[in-house]
C-alpha cells in the first residue's frame, strides 16, 4: 500500500484527515508547538484503517506525522502537558470557522482531553512515514445502544 499524504484546508478536507487519524496513538510528549513558526507537528502512530476493510483485512499502525501551520494559540484541556510518557488516543479532529478563514481545530481525545489551535486559516497535512506493523486487535466503539462498533 502507498503511503499515505493528505493536505486539509477547508472543513471538508480536514473530516477525511480526522477519518484515517481515527483511534491513532499520541504521546504527550510527541505533540510539538512551535510559536516563533506557527506550527504545531504531532507524530502519531495511526490505525491503518484502509488495511483494516481491505480484502484481506489486515491490523496494523503506521508511523505518521500530522502538522498544522499558520497556529496563532495551542492550547489544552484536561491533558497533563509535563506526562511526556502519557498515551492519549485520538478519536476526532474538526474545524470551526470563526473568523473567515481563521478558526479553531481540536483535537478531541478519549476521557475527554483536548487541544484547541487557534488558526489564520486551515492548513493541515498528514503524512505516513513508512514504518508500519501488526497489532494485535482493531479499535472499537460502543454506540449508543450498546453495540460494539468498529469505525
Known amino acids: 500500500m502507498d503511503l499515505l499524504k493528505l493536505i486539509a484546508l477547508d472543513r471538508e478536507d480536514l473530516e477525511i484527515v480526522s477519518a484515517h487519524l481515527q483511534d491513532a ?60 510518557d502519557q498515551v492519549l488516543n485520538l478519536l476526532a479532529v474538526e474545524f470551526a470557522e470563526t473568523d473567515a478563514p481563521g478558526g479553531v481545530v481540536t483535537l478531541a481525545f478519549s476521557g475527554g482531553g483536548a487541544l484547541r489551535l487557534e488558526v489564520e486559516c486551515l492548513e493541515a497535512e498528514v503524512v505516513d512515514l513508512g514504518p508500519v506493523w501488526e497489532t494485535a486487535a482493531c479499535p472499537e466503539h460502543k454506540t449508543i445502544d450498546g453495540e460494539i462498533a468498529r469505525a
Do not use: Q
Not at 36 to 58: K, M, Q, S, T
Open 25 to 84: 496513538i499520541v504521546k504527550v510528549g510527541e505533540v510539538l508547538w512551535r510559536p516563533n513558526e506557527n506550527r504545531v507537528v504531532i507524530a502519531l502512530n495511526r490505525f491503518d484503517w484502509e488495511a483494516a476493510v481491505g480484502e484481506i483485512p489486515a491490523w496494523r499502525r503506521r508511523r505518521a506525522a500530522l502538522r498544522f501551520d499558520r497556529v496563532l494559540s495551542c492550547k489544552c484541556r484536561s491533558l497533563d502537558c509535563s506526562a511526556k
